[in-house]
């Protein structure tokens, strides 16, 4: 009796109880090498901070390629490890074409909230066929919308890295539409406004994408000429100043001023061109101008703090195409030609750069770094097939009609881009100052980003209206300048967090189609003959064993 009731608690009561205790367990192990599925401490803390419910719609719905289910999967595994952390987030997965009569009538819709289409092709045997996605999702709070592209990649990826590197970022792209939706208390920032800048139009699309992160300003110099105090007093409730292709040259009071918003603790971001290239000569019909020093008097300054602009223009053998116009009127034809004075800088692997896209350059010079208290980090540089040319000299456009010897290009990779932190010298110590300052700073902790590239900020026009930066209206190519400047800011800013979730890795194997369609018919061969020759290699085990009992 004793035995069947130890038996009947063996093998009903303890299971029951084990599967109730489970129901109320959640364990959840990431065995991954990579730990894909673990959210990074930001991640939760960022899920756990949300005030009001989230409703997210997910457009990569209803029948899609096997590659954009693969990242469909990665969706739906991130969203579930998300709500172990909050019961915040709804989300709801939309098949766009679900009910729609018309397809075109539908992707122009959609295009108008801008929700592009991404358009798939695929091959069989018999034909082509073509499919219609749209890898977007949708945030809402209730009084913000904001839209998340599910797609990344940069120039030059395979389809298949393009895939493995949007899996990789769909953490950083919903954590930092949280952080845009949370965020209450934005830090400042100031663009100088004064010295010829960048004009608003030009400059426009990196602010938009500024201002959910943010407070934007503009700042003038030149304001409270005559209250030099004052208009220190005013930059310093800045961390951070961006100098964005300014044309004209710095006073000594102008220079004194930003140098004692470095020595406080402020920040600053230079895009500065040494060189002087009028493009609109470069342009024109004659199709040549003449590169010359753009004095900005602020070249000492800079010597002091660790680095100097060279006065020269470099070239690359990996360089970026402009389109150059053939023929006339009906027989004109608009050819993309390599043009080695836009190089397409490789950023270094640093947590600014690390991960994005070639940065397009236009006319840059080197950056020579200098013995200084300042650390310097190099943050992008040219390709190591590279050509320094001294200035003044000139341009024309019958150069992209050369034929580019590698030989030429027999310099190692040059400096476009450094990173300064840690200690700055003034740029005034033991000098006489342009007027009094009681509280004058010899010495400050900060940092200082440089690059020799006035227009790396700017975005192209079309009709007026800005597009986006890093895309090129002519070629159709997207180049990483925005993304590599964001970044830039958001490490100024101290946002630290957004940058290494972004640069969170994760190993996906890449199919290598190439070597599948060579080894193709060996595969076809093996697969068919196996299971034979392993049915035959059991069958006659079997024989042999049967041979051998039956024949006694």
């Not at 065995?31 to 959210?39: A, F, I, K, P, V």
């Not at 709500?83 to 819709?109: C, M, R, W």
């Not at 990779?413 to 005034?428: E, K, P």
Request: net charge positive; with cysteine; glycine share 4%.
């Amino acid at each position: 009796m004793v035995k069947k009731r130890l038996s009947l608690l063996r093998n009903l009561f303890f299971p029951l109880i084990f599967v109730i205790t489970a129901q109320w367990i959640d364990l959840r192990l990431d065995l991954t090498q990579d730990q894909r599925y673990t959210l990074n401490s930001s991640t939760i803390e960022s899920l756990v901070n949300i005030e009001k419910p989230l409703r997210i719609d997910v457009f990569l719905s209803g029948k899609l390629p096997a590659e954009y289910l693969r990242l469909l999967r990665e969706i739906k595994a991130l969203f579930k490890n998300m709500q172990t952390h909050t019961d915040k987030i709804s989300i709801e997965y939309i098949d766009p074409f679900e009910g729609a009569s018309n397809s075109a009538v539908l992707i122009d819709e959609m295009n108008k909230f801008g929700i592009s289409p991404e358009y798939v092709r695929s091959e069989n045997i018999q034909a082509i066929e073509q499919r219609v996605v749209f890898p977007w999702a949708i945030v809402n709070d209730g009084n913000k919308t904001l839209r998340i592209p599910l797609i990344t990649y940069n120039l030059g990826d395979s389809h298949q890295e393009k895939m493995n590197r949007s899996v990789a970022q769909i953490e950083f792209k919903f954590f930092d539409a949280f952080i845009k939706i949370n965020r209450k208390q934005k830090k400042a920032l100031a663009l100088l406004t004064s010295h010829a800048t960048s004009e608003d139009a030009k400059i426009a699309d990196l602010l938009k994408s500024l201002q959910p992160y943010y407070q934007l300003a503009s700042f003038d110099l030149k304001a409270l000429e005559n209250d030099p105090i004052k208009t220190l007093d005013n930059l310093k409730r800045f961390e951070l100043l961006v100098v964005s292709n300014p044309k004209n040259s710095f006073s000594k009071q102008e220079k004194y001023l930003l140098d004692q918003h470095l020595m406080n603790g402020g920040k600053q971001l230079w895009m500065i061109n040494p060189i002087a290239v009028n493009r609109d000569s470069l342009f024109n019909q004659q199709g040549s101008t003449v590169a010359s020093g753009n004095e900005l008097n602020i070249a000492n300054s800079f010597f002091k703090y660790g680095f100097r602009l060279e006065k020269n223009l470099v070239k690359d053998l990996y360089c970026a195409p402009i389109v150059l116009a053939t023929g006339v009127h009906n027989q004109a034809q608009y050819l993309p030609i390599p043009w080695p004075y836009y190089p397409l800088a490789q950023a270094t692997n640093h947590i600014i750069g690390k991960g994005i896209s070639n940065v397009l350059f236009k006319f840059p010079s080197v950056i020579d770094t200098l013995k200084s208290t300042a650390k310097k980090t190099v943050l992008v540089g040219t390709s190591d097939f590279s050509k320094k040319i001294q200035t003044p000299i000139s341009i024309s456009l019958k150069e992209a009609s050369e034929k580019l010897l590698p030989s030429y290009f027999n310099q190692p990779s040059q400096i476009l881009g450094v990173l300064l932190s840690g200690t700055l010298s003034s740029a005034f110590e033991n000098r006489i100052k342009p007027f009094e300052l009681h509280n004058n700073i010899e010495k400050g902790e900060s940092e200082m980003i440089i690059f020799s590239e006035g227009t790396l900020a700017e975005n192209q026009l079309d009709k007026g209206q800005p597009l986006e930066l890093g895309y090129d209206k002519w070629t159709n190519n997207f180049y990483g300048n925005k993304a590599f400047l964001k970044n830039s800011i958001h490490y100024l800013m101290n946002d630290h967090k957004l940058l290494y979730i972004r640069n969170k890795e994760i190993s996906l194997p890449i199919f290598d189609l190439e070597s599948v369609a060579q080894r193709s018919n060996s595969w076809r061969i093996i697969l068919f003959s196996l299971p034979l020759i392993l049915l035959s290699g059991i069958g006659a085990i079997i024989f042999r064993f049967r041979k051998a009992k039956y024949s006694q």
